[in-house]
T-cell receptor, first 116, second 114 residues
Framework: EAGVAQSPRYKIIEKRQSVAFWCNPI?????LYWYQQILGQGPKLLIQ????????DSQLPKDRFSAERLKGVDSTLKIQPAKLEDSAVYLC??????????????FGSGTRLTVV | AQSVTQLGSHVSVSEGALVLLRCNYS??????LFWYVQYPNQGLQLLLK??????LVKGINGFEAEFKKSETSFHLTKPSAHMSDAAEYFC????????????FGAGTRLFVKA
């Protein structure tokens, strides 16, 4: 099966600019996650979607970050305006998880964002 | 609250030596535990998982992990390291309720010396 697709792979922007990342999960996976991975740290969940509804966005900095998952398939994550501390790898993952917790996630290759 | 502690941010072994990456968790309910591997410039890949049943779990690439409830541990092992095992390894715990939130450890980078 095709994996989780993310684009772009790399992005360099200046602070206060905006940026958007795109994710296409594995076909049929109802659950989609966006993680932020700062260099030297483990991934931190930003937002979790179940189909096109938000399950958990408690750690999403909502003053600058937004995410949507239209039609329960593709998702976009946006940062506006970007700050230097937003430099990180943004990982998208999907899972067949619905009511069971024993499914692993499938991760995309990530988007490496550098804010200068 | 659930948490994961990975002991040692860096581990170095010689090729052919035993690999042991340590993970301890805290959970108020029976946890679901996972190990992921991240190769340079790639996303994370599932190595193995523990949900219920047998406490010794075998994964891909010759890795295995043992769930020890009494020690709240889920250490990852491989009998003989290969150069291709050099990567970052993450232990994760998943809460079984409320959306199944996954908590990641800080990661352990494995170096393999020739």
């Amino acid at each position: 099966e095709a994996g989780v697709a993310q684009s772009p792979r790399y992005k360099i922007i200046e602070k206060r600019q905006s940026v958007a990342f795109w994710c296409n999960p594995i076909s049929g996976h109802a659950t989609l996650y966006w993680y932020q991975q700062i260099l030297g740290q483990g991934p931190k969940l930003l937002i979790q979607f179940q189909n096109n509804g938000v399950v958990d966005d408690s750690q999403l900095p909502k003053d600058r970050f937004s995410a949507e998952r239209l039609k329960g398939v593709d998702s976009t994550l946006k940062i506006q305006p970007a700050k230097l501390e937003d430099s990180a790898v943004y990982l998208c993952a999907s899972s067949a998880l619905s009511r069971g917790a024993n499914y692993g996630y499938t991760f995309g290759s990530g988007t490496r964002l550098t804010v200068v | 609250a659930q948490s994961v502690t990975q002991l040692g941010s860096h581990v170095s072994v010689s090729e052919g030596a035993l690999v042991l990456l340590r993970c301890n968790y805290s959970s108020s309910v029976p946890p679901y535990l996972f190990w992921y591997v991240q190769y340079p410039n790639q996303g994370l890949q599932l190595l193995l998982k523990y949900t219920t049943g047998a406490t010794l779990v075998k994964g891909i690439n010759g890795f295995e992990a043992e769930f020890k409830k009494s020690e709240t541990s889920f250490h990852l092992t491989k009998p003989s390291a290969h150069m291709s095992d050099a990567a970052e390894y993450f232990c994760t715990v998943r809460r079984g309720t409320g959306g199944f939130k996954t908590i990641f450890g800080a990661g352990t980078r494995l170096f393999v010396k020739a």
